[in-house]
């Protein structure tokens, strides 16, 4: 697809249960993980986690605000 970043498959849902992102069992959508974004440093450290639920208005610009936070941290 071209994307300037690796793209990660789940098929078993091992990444999901270790970033707690199941919903769990019962729920009408537990086959389909919540979203979440993460902001993850290039030493594999999370800084930050989104959980976006049903609050997309606006989301972009909180992590693109906090990218720029943490980038201006690290100079």
């Given at each position: 697809?071209?994307?300037?970043?690796?793209?990660?498959?789940d098929?078993?849902?091992?990444?999901?249960?270790?970033?707690?992102?199941?919903?769990?069992?019962?729920?009408?959508?537990?086959?389909?993980?919540?979203?979440?974004?993460?902001?993850?440093?290039?030493d594999?450290?999370?800084?930050?986690?989104?959980?976006?639920?049903?609050h997309?208005?606006?989301?972009?610009?909180?992590?693109?605000?906090?990218?720029?936070?943490?980038?201006?941290?690290?100079?």
């Open positions: 697809m071209g994307f300037p970043f690796p793209l990660l498959s098929p078993d849902a091992l990444i999901a249960s270790l970033l707690d992102v199941k919903r769990p069992r019962g729920h009408p959508l537990a086959s389909i993980p919540r979203r979440v974004t993460y902001l993850i440093d290039p594999g450290v999370i800084r930050r986690a989104y959980d976006v639920g049903r997309i208005e606006g989301h972009a610009g909180d992590v693109l605000g906090d990218l720029e936070e943490l980038a201006g941290a690290d100079s």
